[in-house]
């Protein structure tokens, strides 16, 4: 029983993302609800509060602490 269940799972686990997307599926994986920012007037002022605030530009998504020694 514990050998059968065992195999069941392990075959769920190997067939997941087993397939592609298409090209003509990607313009709606590109939806313009998938986008976090709406304002990019907004977002800009963000980071440039967030630039004076930590004492560093740039660097998005970088790890690191506001004073440039990563």
Known sequence: ??????????????????TAVRASEKEFLADQIMVFDNDPHDTAAEDHVLSNREGAAGGH??????????
């Open 1 to 18: 029983m514990r050998l059968t269940l065992l195999l069941f799972i392990a075959s769920l686990a190997v067939g997941c993302g087993r």
């Open 61 to 70: 998504g970088a790890g690191g602490g506001g004073c440039g020694c990563n």
